[in-house]
């Protein structure tokens, strides 16, 4: 226990370096941890979703974080893991939010208002800018990602709200462990603040200007008879969702570009390729430069930036899939599994695992997932899940994040104040978050880059598309099979 609370998930790692057993378990004051640490039994436990089960979990989880009424409680556990047939609001929860989360028209329309977002908000950047780069991109990434969802009504155009938002998220590891308000006074509050202005959102109808994801929440939850209070509270669990672990992502992206000549030549290389050029009429009878990046264009044309933010993921995720036991089990005809605990498959054990990535698996490669390279097993790779606990947001996670990117390289250098980027930890880092904060910020200069005039308008083309981006095993299959 000590170990888990100091160490986090990196403990995990350490008994798998020390054990190398293919499954262990781990024995707390009535609970039994099972820890599957081998590649091989990974989709053992992913095909047995009903015996291995997630969503129960999901929704003890959903309630403490939320603080939802006995009615909703009641509501989310009723058939929770399907047993009786598919209905009920958590068995058939994934299915509806998944349409609008998935290439398509609904994906496709959150996108051209985050690629707007973004590329209004680089305008504003003048010719010489020093700022903290997370804390930059953050506050870039909420406003894209939330008006992209919440629409013109959205709540956090409010800064109260924004800020109330990241006072909740740090103490949602106890708001997990069901500790009582008084322990995670500061987080409590800030999400009974958040739910107040949820309920003001909906009574008032901002969802129906808003994304098709919003829609189908708020749809779901109607149709299974969810107060509207709780469907706010819902919803601040849902700002979790869409906002927690993009931010980080980007950062680290960025971070690893910029910090890695070739690496940043690489992708910008590849970006310019698909860059189209127009000179328009100005309203003073001048002409005036648009530079156009296809964003669809780019998630099918640009492996070296995919495969980089594969390999970031890879080094920074560290999120655990979980399943609880619904009944005794045997893994894979060895390993018992008995009723009550939990089932564990921590990433950081795959992504740091030398015999599967190389003696440089600590190191930032950015074309380790390039498509001629000699891929390992797509299973270690765990930065969105896998099975019935994949992400079901990865797709405009990933946009999101290569839109952000994409335009910061093209126009940009960057370079830290101090004249070197330094090694960042994240030992600060709550236990839950799946792509952990840097424990300090970077100051940095933004700087244009030669060639690239700032009175340039740059503008991001979302071109309608049903193809995804091979982001996790799974994706690969259903490319696989399309073809």
């Known amino acids: 226990m000590i170990d888990l609370s100091r160490k986090k998930s990196r403990y995990y790692v350490e008994l798998w370096e020390q054990s190398r057993m293919p499954a262990c378990t781990?024995?707390?004051?009535?609970?039994?941890?099972?820890?599957?640490?081998?590649?091989s039994l990974i989709p053992s436990v992913q095909r047995q979703y009903k015996t291995l089960a997630f969503?129960?979990?999901?929704?003890?989880?959903?309630?403490?974080?939320?603080?939802?009424?006995?009615?909703?409680?009641?509501?989310?556990?009723?058939?929770?893991?399907?047993?009786?047939?598919?209905?009920g609001y958590s068995i058939t929860h994934y299915k509806?939010?998944?349409?609008?989360?998935?290439?398509?028209?609904?994906l496709d329309a959150m996108n051209r208002v985050m690629a707007q977002k973004i590329t209004t908000s680089l305008e504003r950047i003048q010719s010489s800018e020093?700022?903290?780069?997370?804390?930059?991109?953050?506050r870039e990434v909420t406003r894209a990602?939330?008006?992209?969802?919440?629409?013109?009504q959205n709540p956090f155009r409010d800064p109260a709200i924004v800020e109330a938002f990241w006072e909740f998220q740090e103490g949602v590891m106890g708001l997990l462990m069901g500790l009582p308000p008084s322990f995670v006074r500061d987080s409590f509050n800030a999400r009974e603040f958040m739910a107040k202005r949820f309920v003001q959102y909906f009574n008032e109808g901002g969802h129906e200007q808003g994304s098709a994801l919003i829609k189908a929440r708020y749809a779901h939850s109607m149709e299974h008879k969810i107060p509207v209070e709780d469907i706010a509270r819902f919803e601040t669990a849902g700002a979790i969702a869409i906002l927690t672990n993009t931010s980080p992502a980007c950062f680290w992206l960025l971070y690893h570009l910029y910090s890695s000549p070739s690496a940043l030549e690489d992708c910008r290389r590849e970006l310019g390729t698909i860059l189209s050029e127009n000179t328009n009429k100005t309203q003073g009878g001048g002409s005036g430069i648009t530079i156009t990046l296809d964003l669809t264009q780019a998630k099918t044309s640009c492996p070296t930036l995919l495969s980089s933010l594969q390999e970031v993921l890879r080094l920074h995720?560290?999120?655990?899939?979980?399943r609880q036991v619904m009944e005794d089990h045997i893994l894979d005809g060895k390993y018992l599994l008995k009723k009550g605990g939990t089932v564990m498959i921590p990433a950081p054990v795959q992504h740091q695992d030398a015999a599967t990535w190389g003696a440089n698996v600590h190191s930032f490669d950015h074309r380790r997932f390039f498509p001629s390279a000699k891929r390992p097993n797509p299973i270690a790779f765990r930065g969105f899940g896998g099975g019935t606990t994949l992400c079901p947001g990865r797709h405009f996670a990933s946009t999101e994040i290569f839109a952000f990117t994409a335009l910061m390289i093209l126009r940009f250098d960057m370079h830290p104040v101090d004249g070197k980027w330094k090694e960042l930890t994240t030992n600060k880092a709550s236990l839950w978050e799946v792509t952990p904060r840097p424990d300090e910020d970077l100051v940095v200069k933004l700087i244009p880059r030669d060639g690239f005039d700032l009175n340039v308008k740059w503008e991001v083309l979302?071109?309608?598309?049903?193809?995804?981006?091979?982001?996790?095993?799974?994706?690969m299959d259903a490319l696989r099979h399309s073809e």
């Not at 609970?31 to 590649?39: D, K, S």
């Not at 020093?130 to 953050?138: E, G, N, S, Y």
């Not at 990602?145 to 013109?152: F, L, N, P, R």
């Open 55 to 87: 969503p129960p979990l999901q929704a003890k989880l959903a309630m403490n974080v939320c603080g939802s009424s006995q009615t909703a409680n009641d509501i989310l556990n009723t058939n929770v893991n399907g047993d009786e047939g598919f209905w």
């Open 462 to 475: 979302v071109t309608d598309s049903d193809k995804s981006m091979p982001l996790a095993a799974e994706d």
């Open 26 to 39: 781990i024995r707390l004051p009535g609970a039994r941890l099972y820890v599957i640490n081998e590649t």
């Open 96 to 106: 509806a939010i998944h349409p609008p989360l998935f290439p398509g028209p609904g």
């Open 145 to 152: 990602t939330t008006d992209s969802v919440y629409g013109d």
């Open 130 to 138: 020093v700022f903290r780069l997370f804390d930059f991109v953050k």
């Open 317 to 322: 995720s560290v999120g655990i899939s979980t």
